[in-house]
Every structure is written in structure tokens, then in C-alpha cells.
């Protein structure tokens, strides 16, 4: 295309609308200093929680927690996954962007939410923690804040959407949408959702705070407010997901498994993931136990189906294109021989792992109806959603950059021996963090709070030492996690802003397949099946699945009977 | 066709699946149901449900219950401020109230014999986490939950506040003496 509008990758074949792609880079850009706040944050935070060395005072811990809280699973991540919305419109599909104006105006109501709520939180007035229950009352611009936000995010989904009927339209693609671009849309689909339940509940909150509504139910607000709170991972998770599957086409040019049933996957995620909010409400006064039943499970766990699927498929796509390139030995031989050295995949296997075995695992068994009893409002919680949104969905992200700085930025990577090693690091290290809080949870020490040892309460507890261990051990992975998350940071920002100019796929730092030209995989003589064992195509892949769900199956059955020592109750 | 690009059979939903998919499929939709049905199977068989019965209320209200059962119960006091520690009879309506900062009254419960424990909020949300035992309920403002319990090992429980209630609320605390069966 000769047009002057378009650029196309000599190296990855990807084609770039350049209004599109200046979008693109702003919004990056924004979602990686709010990454930086959020992690100076998170640092303050871990060093407060880290018992031996308990630094801030309590309403400082409260601002940063608060801090910590919105910048990351609200700004850091949405800012970054509308970057993501534009480039699987626009540039997968090799179509000009809708409206890029418009889109500009979405990207100053965001920057300005951002502001606006952090400047209430910095005042010191809006310690609320991103949840801000009422009647607890925050600064109006708090709320004011959000509620730009999340103006400016519905204006880049509603772009996303008409971009895919322009490319419909103009017949720049033959068939279906690629599967990443479907997650995307799914993911689109679920943030649509999401703020439409953030607006009903942040409108009335916002006028409340100025005076103009005298009363909000304290119990009405927790059940609305979730379908923003949850449904905004959730956006998270269809997006991730979406990475993966990108990320395996781009590193290894694998194809799925069959897409019939990943995007089946993906309309499961549409139809049920929304459902979980009632993962917060499942000891809240008042709502029945039918209720909670079908919602905590996505009526009958079809969106966690959904993921275990994925959890195969996107593996099983790698193992069967690495056995195609001929690594066909034993189980395990296309795995060992994958590039563990390139942070594109390790950070992408980590993140799949992780998000598989700490995240998934532990977010069922706590949002099963009676085990929840055992786990709500401790520290386990929040050591679920960093499994969850830090492994699974920020360090997808951070996986997607390494391939973003050369393609998107057209910089090279800079200091590549810090890039092999960063997603180690903030991987590893975010898991034991995880790990940790998860065993202190299950101690019984409490999240969002200042001081497990109570020392100016005018009654005592004492927790076991060994709630002290997790705790350190807690402290001390965080502190890994976050060398990791400023390695990612100072990889990026010196590659965006100081780095090089790519020259040729030589340059890029990282191998990947040359995306769009690759050449397809070559189905070997009587099917992948031959290449594989037992006429299962991705045979490792299934053992690595089996494995899984019989550690799924011990730690569920394990807090079944945790839960039946404590105190009959009815 | 990779993933990133369009299908390479535009009928892709006529392809037939793997085996590997389809026998994963199975295994992960039957684990599914399983977990499904363990949670109403729970309600019929398991011992710890948590209550669906709960009331709107109003902070004058419910601080009015709580006062009369104190008034009429109260068998000593504790600390400084002489928190009132509570004795109620088995089987009868126990009420503890959450508010900045403090659960109150304390209270003193029998092993083995089932109480009907009412828990509500004067002013914003407050968590209630019974802490070693660990059981953990959300309590809302303007709503009480009805938790029956049978409390069945004997010694001193605290009652910690786990839902974030501004600056004082790591200090917030309370209790649960059990006491042996007489």
C-alpha cells in the first residue's frame, strides 16, 4: 500500500495506520509511568506489611494502599489494553483506525481521570482503597476521576468496535477476524459491560459525595460496584489470554489448536465471566444462597472451563509447532528446546503457568459458596489477585512489550541481558509473593491492614509465628518482584525514548517468526497426532494439564476439610 | 494461518477437533460439574453454611437491642473503658454491633450449645474475622446478619475487623470467651 497514511514493518510484515499507531504509543506510554507509580507504591506498601521492617505510619500505609490499588488494576491495566484494543483492530487487520480524533479525546478524558483521582488521593482525603464502600466518604474527585477514566476507556472501545466494521466494511480481510483480534473483542465486549456497571454505581456516589443524594444502601453499592470491580479483571483476563495466543503465533507462528474451540472459549468468557462479582458478596447480609451458588460458579464454572481450555490450547498450539519443526522427542523435548531466553516467551510461559496454578486454582476454591468463610477479607485474597492480574495479565503485557519496542516504536531493545532475566524475576518473584500472602491468608492475617500486631489496640491477638514467616517470606519475594518490575521499566523507557533505531530483524533483540510472512507450519505425514503420542497431537501438554487438575483437585478437597474444623454454623 | 491472522478456512467451525482437545474438554467439564454440585450438596450434608438470614435495620434500632441485651447480661467488665463482657443464655438472640473502633460488647459463650448471633454496623462496613477459628462475614451498615453458630473448642476467640474502616481500624478488635460445657 503506497498510501503515505500506512507504515509496514519491513521485518514483521505488521502495517501500521499511522494515526492509529501514534495512539497506540500514547496510550503505552501512559500505562508504563502509571506502572512506575503504581510500583513505588507497591514498594512503600511491601515494606510497611514486611513486619520486621513496618515503615510507613498507618495513614500514609492507607493513601499508598489506595494509591497502589486504582493506579494498577484500573489505569495501569486499561490504559494498556486499549493500546492492545487498537492494535488488534487496526493494525492486525490492516485497516485505518475510526475517528483517530475522537480517539485523541478518549485519551485526554483518561489522562485527565487519572489525574484528577490521584490528586484527590494525594490530598489525603480520599484514603478509601479502590473499592470506596459507602458510607465511608472520599474527596468528590475521587469519584470524578474514575468517572473520566472511564468516559475516555468506553470512547476506545466504541473506536475498537467501528474499526472492525470499517475493515469489514472495506474488505481488508477474508473470512473471520483472527482469533486474538476475536479476544479482543471479547475483552472489548466485557469492558462495555464493566463501565456501564461503574457508571451506575460512581454517578450516584460522585452526587452523593457533593450533597445532591442524601442516602446510598451500603449493600446495593458492594453489589454493583463489583460488576466494576470484578468485570475490570475480567477484561484483564479475555485480554491476556488474547497475548498468549498472540504471543505463541508471533514467537513459534503457531496456529490453534482448532479455532472452533477457542473462540467457543472466548463466547463463554462473554456469557458467563461477568457472573463472578458474587465472588465478593458470598458471606455479604441478605443475598440468597441460590443466588450466590450460581453466580460464584459462572453457572456451573463455564467460564472456568473456558479458561482450563485455554490453559490447554495455547500450550498445546506451541508443542505442536515446535514438533512440527522436528523437536519430537519424549513429552518434553519441545518445551525444554523452547527459547527460554527470549523474554517474548518466558515471560508469556511464566504468566501462563502462573495465572493457571496460583491464580485459577485459588480464585475457585475461594469463591466456592462455604470455603469463601474461611478465606474473605484476608490477606489470601489479595495474594489471589496478584496471581491472577500481576503473573497472568501484567506480565503478558510486559512479555507483548519486548515484541512492541521493535515493531510498534521501531527502537531496539535496550540492555537485552536485563530483558532474558526481568521476567524471571518479576514472575518468580511475584509467585512466592503470592504464595506467601495465600499462606498467611490462610492463618488467618487479615488484608488492608496496618499493623498484625496490634499494638495500640486496647485488646490484644497474637498471631502464630508462622504467620510472621509468611509475611517475611511475603516482604522479601516483593522486594524480587519489584527489581523486576523496575528492570522492565528501565528496559523500556531507555528502548522507547533513548534506544536505537531498528535496522533489520537482526536488530530487533529477540528472534521472533516474521509474524505476518511466516512461513505456515508444515503438517507432518498423518497429521499433527503422528508427530505427537497416543494420537494426541500436544501430548506434553496434556500430561502438564493432568498435573494440573490433580493439584486442583487436592487443594479444593484440602479447604473442604479445613473448612469442616471450624464452628458449625447455619 | 496463526493465530494473529484470519483463519485460514474461512468454515472453520466445520473442522473436526483433536482428540487432545476433546478428551481435555471432557475431563475439565465433568471437574466442573463436580464443584457445582459441591456447594448445594454442602448445604444438605456439610455443617458450615453461612446464613442467609439477615434484616434491614437502623443504627438506633439495633443499638437499642444490643443495650437491653447487655443491660440484662452482663456479668463483668474488662480493661480501662470496662467493656462489658456478656453472658446470654444458650439458644437465645446474642447481638454484637461493629462501629469506629471497637466490637462490642464482648461475650461469653458456652461450648457446645447454639446461639443466634446477630452482627450489624453503626456506620460504615467493618469485616467481621474471628480469629484463630478463622470464620470471616462481610458486615454492611443498615442491614443484620443472623449467624447461627454452635462455637464447640472452649478458650478465647478475638473478633477482628478485616473490611478497611479508616485510620483506627487495625485497632479494632473484640471477643469470644468459650467456655467449657456445664
Known amino acids: 500500500m503506497s498510501n503515505e497514511l500506512y507504515r509496514t514493518c519491513p521485518e514483521s510484515g505488521l502495517q501500521f495506520h499511522k494515526p492509529a499507531e501514534r495512539l497506540m504509543k500514547a496510550h503505552a506510554v501512559v500505562a508504563v509511568v502509571i506502572l512506575l507509580l503504581g510500583g513505588i507504591s507497591a514498594l512503600l506498601v511491601t515494606l510497611t506489611r514486611m513486619p520486621a521492617v513496618h515503615l510507613l505510619p498507618a495513614d500514609r500505609f ?20 486499549i493500546a492492545i484494543l487498537y492494535f488488534c483492530s ?14 485523541w479525546v478518549g485519551f485526554a478524558l483518561m489522562l485527565a ?28 474527585n475521587f469519584y470524578l476521576g474514575l468517572i473520566l477514566f472511564a468516559v475516555g476507556a468506553l470512547i476506545g472501545c466504541f473506536i475498537f468496535l467501528a474499526t472492525l466494521v470499517i475493515a469489514k466494511d472495506e474488505k481488508t480481510y477474508e473470512g473471520s477476524i483472527p482469533l486474538v483480534t476475536f479476544g479482543a473483542l471479547t475483552a472489548c465486549i466485557i469492558a462495555v459491560f464493566t463501565i456501564a456497571s461503574g457508571a451506575i454505581v ?33 477484561i484483564n483476563v479475555a485480554a491476556h489470554v488474547a497475548v498468549w495466543y498472540a504471543i505463541a503465533a508471533i514467537v ?14 472466548f463466547f463463554l468468557y462473554i456469557a458467563f465471566l461477568q457472573l463472578a462479582s458474587a465472588h465478593h458478596l458470598l458471606v455479604d447480609p441478605g443475598l440468597s444462597a441460590e443466588w450466590k451458588i450460581f453466580n460464584t460458579s459462572y453457572a456451573m464454572y463455564l467460564a472456568v472451563l473456558a479458561s482450563m481450555v485455554h490453559g490447554l490450547t495455547v500450550p498445546g498450539s506451541i508443542e505442536v509447532a515446535q514438533r512440527a519443526k522436528g523437536y519430537t522427542n519424549g513429552l518434553f523435548q519441545w518445551l525444554r528446546k523452547a527459547p527460554w531466553s527470549n523474554p517474548i516467551f518466558s515471560g508469556m510461559f511464566i504468566s501462563l503457568v502462573g495465572f493457571g496454578f496460583l491464580g485459577g486454582i485459588s480464585g475457585v476454591v475461594m469463591g466456592t459458596e462455604q470455603i469463601n468463610i474461611i478465606i474473605h477479607n484476608t490477606i489470601y485474597v489479595p495474594g489471589h489477585f496478584h496471581a491472577t492480574v500481576v503473573i497472568g495479565s501484567t506480565l503478558a503485557f510486559m512479555s507483548l512489550t519486548y515484541f512492541l519496542i521493535p515493531t510498534l516504536f521501531r527502537k531496539q531493545v535496550a540492555f537485552p541481558a536485563i530483558a532474558r532475566l526481568q521476567p524471571y524475576f518479576f514472575g518468580l518473584g511475584m509467585s512466592v509473593f503470592a504464595l506467601a500472602m495465600m499462606g498467611a491468608g490462610t492463618l488467618g492475617v487479615e488484608r488492608r491492614h496496618w499493623d498484625m500486631a496490634f499494638t495500640n489496640a486496647p485488646l490484644s491477638f497474637d498471631y502464630p509465628a508462622s504467620a510472621y514467616t509468611m509475611m ?60 505427537g503420542k497416543w494420537g494426541f497431537a500436544a501430548p506434553g501438554t496434556f500430561l502438564l494439564a493432568i498435573f494440573f487438575l490433580i493439584t486442583f483437585v487436592l487443594y479444593y478437597a484440602v479447604n473442604w476439610k479445613y473448612l469442616a474444623s471450624v464452628w458449625p454454623m447455619s | 494461518m496463526s493465530a494473529i491472522q484470519p483463519p485460514a478456512e474461512t468454515v472453520w467451525w466445520k473442522q473436526p477437533l483433536d482428540k487432545v482437545e476433546g478428551t481435555w474438554i471432557g475431563i475439565a467439564l465433568v471437574w466442573s460439574l463436580i464443584m457445582f454440585f459441591m456447594m448445594p450438596f454442602w448445604h444438605i450434608y456439610g455443617k458450615q453454611n453461612i446464613s442467609s438470614e439477615a434484616y434491614k435495620t437502623t443504627p438506633q434500632a439495633y443499638m437499642a437491642k444490643t443495650q437491653a441485651m447487655v443491660d440484662k447480661y452482663t456479668i463483668r467488665t474488662e480493661t480501662d473503658a470496662k467493656l462489658p463482657v456478656v453472658r446470654p443464655p444458650p439458644g437465645s438472640d446474642v447481638y454484637l454491633l461493629g462501629r469506629l473502633w471497637q466490637w462490642w460488647p464482648l461475650l461469653e459463650l458456652e461450648e457446645g450449645q447454639t446461639y443466634r448471633l446477630h452482627i450489624g454496623s453503626m456506620d460504615w462496613n467493618h469485616g467481621f474475622s474471628l480469629q484463630p477459628i478463622n470464620i470471616n462475614t462481610q458486615v454492611v451498615p443498615g442491614y443484620e446478619m443472623v449467624l447461627t453458630i454452635t462455637p464447640d473448642t472452649v478458650g478465647e476467640q478475638t473478633i477482628i475487623c478485616n473490611e478497611f474502616c479508616g485510620i483506627g481500624h487495625h485497632n479494632m478488635l473484640g471477643k469470644i470467651y468459650v467456655t467449657e460445657a456445664e
Open chain 1, 62 to 81: 492507607y493513601q499508598l494502599l489506595t494509591t497502589h490499588g486504582v493506579n494498577m488494576l484500573i489505569f495501569w491495566m486499561i490504559s494498556f489494553e
Open chain 1, 90 to 103: 487496526s493494525t492486525l487487520l490492516k485497516v485505518r483506525l475510526a475517528t483517530p480524533k475522537l480517539a
Open chain 1, 113 to 140: 481521570g487519572i489525574i484528577i483521582n490521584n490528586l484527590a488521593v494525594a490530598n489525603g482525603d480520599a484514603s478509601v482503597m479502590m473499592t470506596s464502600y459507602v458510607p465511608m466518604p472520599a474527596n468528590p
Open chain 1, 202 to 234: 460512581l454517578v450516584p456516589t460522585w452526587l452523593w459525595s457533593l450533597g445532591y443524594i442524601n442516602h446510598i444502601d451500603a449493600a446495593m453499592y458492594r453489589v454493583v460496584w463489583w460488576a466494576l470491580g470484578h468485570s475490570s479483571q475480567q
Open chain 1, 252 to 265: 513459534f507462528g503457531a496456529r490453534p489448536l482448532s479455532e472452533k474451540v477457542s473462540r467457543t472459549a
Open chain 1, 472 to 531: 517475611g517470606i511475603m516482604g522479601a519475594a516483593g522486594l524480587v518482584a519489584i527489581v523486576g518490575g523496575a528492570m522492565y521499566i528501565l528496559v523500556t523507557v531507555v528502548s522507547v525514548f533513548f534506544g536505537k533505531p531498528v535496522e533489520s530483524e537482526s536488530s530487533f533483540g529477540f528472534e521472533t517468526s516474521r509474524v505476518m510472512r511466516a512461513e505456515p507450519i508444515v503438517v507432518p505425514e498423518g497429521g499433527h497426532a503422528a508427530a
